[in-house]
């Protein structure tokens, strides 16, 4: 299928225009996410209705918090991906084309399959995750045009590499976005994922303004983004670009991928960089991959009533009424119905 958001230039060449990367693409070749192909001249999206993954997942597990807790969520990715995240997690569907020389797998599903599934499923959502959905891009808008049409809300699982445009392109259909804040140093994202970390500043606040609910996450990785200095920058960076309302997860590294001379991070690594986030101001602040230590829960930032409580993915309690703490009546951000 052909690619949308690109540039023809001379010589054959193209520019594209999806990611951040605006990569210069030569007749015959690809694109850094491996599934974007210059044929004659003309960019060729290789992903198109390929699904490599797909399941029936709770809205928590995105992780989405404050976006219709306790709702199934219909979850779909294709292969490849824009960064090169050393400390991949789905390195097997998203590094897949690069690391095997280009090769493209899935099983066909038009947009239309993946919304009649996630209708007779019960899903109020269509997720587009796993791996990064800019780079199926395409194949996500139209899916979430037709999903939009017939109730279902849309919500990207992201590393925030869209540029303006490609926000433009989806903003009408995407209903929420939970965006990987991977890091707040430049070095950190230059040598372990492959990204310029004001691009994906830059998408954050795009995202907001055109009206995409919010949630971040950082998983914090032992000797690579841990330096409590930084956790402070970041979260501070999320109150006052995003505002104190936006729910940030710190999660559990454990080690995958080419980065397996880490340690899983510390509880106590955890606790603190959630501390930092509470101090900084952030009304809610989760860990993630610790179940059972209680950071999962959603407390009323005024009273400190307990509002939705949660074991795993799993939402055991939800008591937020129409939006407020039933106990003092503070209104508690989000989308609840």
Known sequence: MEASLYQSLEDQKVRCNLCQHRCLILAGKRGICGVRENRDG?????????????????????????????????????????????????????????????????????????????LRTGCKSISYTYTEPTVFFEYARDTARLASEKGLKNVFVTNGYLTPEAVDLIAPYLDAANVDLKGFSDGFY??????????????????????VFLEVTTLVIPQANDNPG????????????????????????????????????????????????????????????????????TLC?????????????????????????????TPCHGVWS
């Open 42 to 118: 003309v960019l060729h999206s290789l992903v198109y209705g390929k699904v490599i993954a797909r399941h029936v997942d709770p809205i928590e597990k995105k992780p989405l918090f404050h976006f219709l807790p306790g709702t199934l969520s219909y979850s779909i990715a294709t292969m490849g991906c824009n960064f090169r995240c050393l400390f991949c997690q789905n390195a097997e569907i998203a590094q897949f084309p690069a690391n095997r020389g280009g090769m493209i797998a899935g099983q066909s599903l038009s947009p239309a399959q993946v919304v009649e599934d996630a």
């Open 301 to 329: 930032h005024h009273c400190q009533y307990l509002l939705i409580e949660r074991v795993g993915f799993h939402v055991a309690l939800n008591r937020v009424k129409n939006g407020d703490c039933p106990n003092c009546g």
């Open 230 to 297: 930084e956790l402070k920058s970041l979260a501070e960076w999320i109150r006052d670009e995003l505002g104190p309302q936006t729910p940030w997860h710190v999660s559990r590294f454990h080690p995958t991928y080419r980065l397996m001379d880490r340690p899983a991070t510390p509880l106590e690594t955890l606790l603190g960089a959630k501390k930092t986030g509470e101090d900084a101001g952030l009304r809610y602040v989760y860990t993630g991959n610790i179940p059972g230590q209680g950071g999962e829960n």
């Open 190 to 211: 230059k040598d372990l994922v492959g990204g310029v970390r004001s691009r994906v500043l830059e998408t954050l606040k795009n995202l907001q303004q055109a009206g």
